[in-house]
């Protein structure tokens, strides 16, 4: 029998974004009993598998190998955020106001239980939500090469290709000497970002004063249409201006996003962690 | 996937005849009947939580999510809902219908 064509990702498409919409209005409607649901999930996530994994769990989503618990309650409660911060980010692309930062720092705190601000002692950045784009891997000491740089096969399997900056970062290496490199070190260029700290507020008249501030200051960076955070630091500065973009990411930290460059760019929420006792570490939130 | 408290109400017998006259990989077929019956799922859930109250809420989704009680969630509809079986019956039923209808304008 003849087979009739099918447009298979036009139809795929239009019922995913069918069946989003409707995941959404759900989440939305009866937040309060499906938070509930959830909060109180921990003893027994793995029989709510079964009966309500679908109420979350994205079309594409694809179950993996590994503890379905947690799988089931990572998704969950990245939907929940991705749902809450819908509410509070502007439909068309701006930067916020200080109103809007304080409820958006606010509602991050809470979800990652970690003390979120985007203003410490009077210093800020430009923004707390912009474009980020991709940068290449750091020198982390005097002669890392792409052949030294990877802790393991396939992460240079899936990282090389980034490629390593010519130059070195805005604080330099970020150790003297490969002898004296600690695992801080390499953490830090692994999970780095790029901020435009010469636009911070009052930046020229302040040079030395944030220079301090933002030299590896830690930050929450999340992706608000997946719920991805990662916690980095700030290890360079840039990007210009004319690049239209308002931050970049170090190939691991766009990786774990799932944001890319070029015409696909999207927007990130980066916000300051107050850490005084360095006590969260740096890398991926699950 | 595994049997839904509302499972013996509805069949999805016509998707399945017009996805084996399409041509397309059997991942692809697998791919289209999981968001179907997600999307059945969600909605199922939806319309019954919009009947209930806070407290009735939280005691159906006890049963579904955590006891995946299947013939006490489906006592529970029937006991809590008035025509409760009836709206959930008419809403899988619209929705099955158009995605065979859409399956067909998207086929040629």
């Known amino acids: 029998m003849n087979k009739k064509s099918f447009s298979y990702k036009k139809f795929h498409k239009k019922w995913s974004d069918i069946h989003k919409k409707q995941q959404k209005k759900l989440l939305d409607t009866h937040k ?35 503890d379905p618990k947690i799988h089931y309650e990572k998704v969950n409660k990245n939907l929940f955020l991705v749902s809450d911060l819908e509410a509070l980010i502007p439909a068309e ?41 991709a940068e290449q891997h750091l020198m982390r000491y005097p002669g890392d090469t792409e052949a030294t740089h990877f802790q393991t096969n396939e992460e240079a399997d899936e990282f090389m290709s980034s490629g390593l900056a010519p130059g070195r970062g805005a604080w330099g290496y970020f150790a003297n ?30 040079v030395g004063e944030y220079r ?13 249409h997946n719920g991805h955070g990662v916690v980095v630091v700030v ?23 799932e944001r890319y460059d ?4 999207g927007p990130v929420l980066y916000y300051f962690i107050n850490d005084p006792e360095n006590k969260i570490p740096l890398g991926p939130i699950e | 996937m595994k049997n839904k408290f509302y499972s013996h109400i509805f069949t999805i017998e016509p998707v399945h005849n017009i996805l084996s006259s399409l041509d397309i990989e059997e991942d692809e077929k697998k791919e289209l009947l999981d968001i179907l019956q997600s999307h059945i799922h969600v909605t199922v859930i939806d319309i019954i939580l919009s009947e209930l109250d806070e407290g009735k809420k939280k005691e159906f989704l006890h049963l579904v999510g955590v006891k995946e009680d299947n013939d006490g969630a489906w006592n529970f509809v029937l006991a809590n809902i008035e025509k ?20 067909e304008k998207h086929s040629f």
């Open chain 1, 212 to 224: 301090d501030f933002f030299k590896y200051r830690k930050m929450l960076l999340v992706n608000p």
């Open chain 1, 235 to 257: 290890g360079d500065s840039g990007p210009a201006q004319w690049t239209k973009k308002h931050l970049g990411g170090s190939p691991e930290v766009m990786s774990y996003l």
């Open chain 1, 93 to 133: 692309f701006r930067y916020f106001t200080d109103e809007e930062n304080e409820k958006i720092a606010n509602k991050l705190s809470e979800f990652y239980d970690m003390d979120i601000k985007y203003e410490i002692d009077n210093k800020r950045l430009n923004t707390t939500y912009g474009y980020i784009g």
């Open chain 1, 32 to 66: 309060e009993a499906l938070t509930h649901l959830s909060n109180n999930s921990k003893q027994y996530a793995l029989s709510a598998l079964g009966g309500l994994m679908l109420l979350t769990t994205p079309v594409n989503l694809q179950l993996e190998s590994g």
């Open chain 2, 84 to 103: 409760g079986e009836d709206k959930v019956k008419e809403a899988i039923d619209r929705i099955v219908a158009d995605f065979v209808n859409d399956l």
């Open chain 1, 262 to 265: 070029g015409r696909q760019k």
């Open chain 1, 177 to 206: 000497s490969k002898d004296e490199m600690t695992q801080e070190d390499i953490e830090r260029e692994k999970y780095y970002i790029a901020v435009q700290t010469f636009l911070a507020p009052d930046y020229l008249s302040r």
